[in-house]
């Protein structure tokens, strides 16, 4: 297994040093969280990616992180984001060093209010996928989600009238988009790869 990052690491630096966004709770959102789960091979960051089953409530099909809604006896979103990993890929929470936190980002069809938590993992890790609620798990280098091939940028209208600036990733066979694709852009842009 490989170890996990060091406090001297790039990565960590960054992510440990700055102040994410931290939007207070809205009555009108549920609030969930994520795990950008990290491991280090060779000398890239690779990030595990989901594709969730056609029968689970939110997002059927779409490409997520392990993740969701937040729960009081959690007591707090890292914690929701670490039991929604174990539970959807059986990640134990002690398993995962947490380098840091995103800026949390509204959803608007779903209306959740999503903190994003990176974590890094050991590699190899064995993942036991929640058939219920995971159809397919895969991994990506970050070097191939920063590069600009397969990034397509466009803009949309929102439910509410606003024109927004959105993003996929066409990633081998999947299209990573919504949510997820605006979070890695967030990550990629904090860390410096894009």
Not at 117 to 131: A, D, E, S
Request: with cysteine; net charge negative; glycine share 6%.
């Amino acid at each position: 297994m490989s170890a996990p990052a060091t406090k001297d690491d790039r990565l960590w630096t960054i992510l440990s040093e700055r102040a994410p966004v931290i939007l207070p709770p809205d009555a009108s959102r549920r609030q969930a969280a994520v795990l950008l789960a990290l491991f280090k091979q060779a000398a890239d960051y690779h990030l595990v990616l989901t594709k969730r089953t056609e029968t689970v409530r939110h997002h059927k099909g779409q490409v997520s992180f392990p993740g969701g809604s937040y729960d009081l006896a959690d007591g707090d979103l890292l914690t929701t984001a670490l039991r929604e990993s174990q539970e959807e890929l059986g990640i134990h929470p002690q398993d995962v060093t947490v380098v840091g936190r995103l800026d949390d980002l509204p959803t608007f069809s779903t209306s959740f209010l999503v903190s994003s938590f990176v974590g890094l993992i050991p590699h190899p890790y064995t993942f036991r996928p929640n058939p219920s609620e995971v159809a397919t798990v895969f991994t990506v280098p970050l070097s191939v989600l920063a590069d600009q091939a397969v990034v397509r940028t466009y803009t949309r209208t929102r439910e509410d009238g606003a024109v927004i600036e959105d993003y996929e990733f066409h990633v081998g066979c999947h299209v990573i988009w919504g949510a997820t694709a605006r979070i890695i852009r967030h990550f990629l842009q904090v860390i410096k790869r894009q």
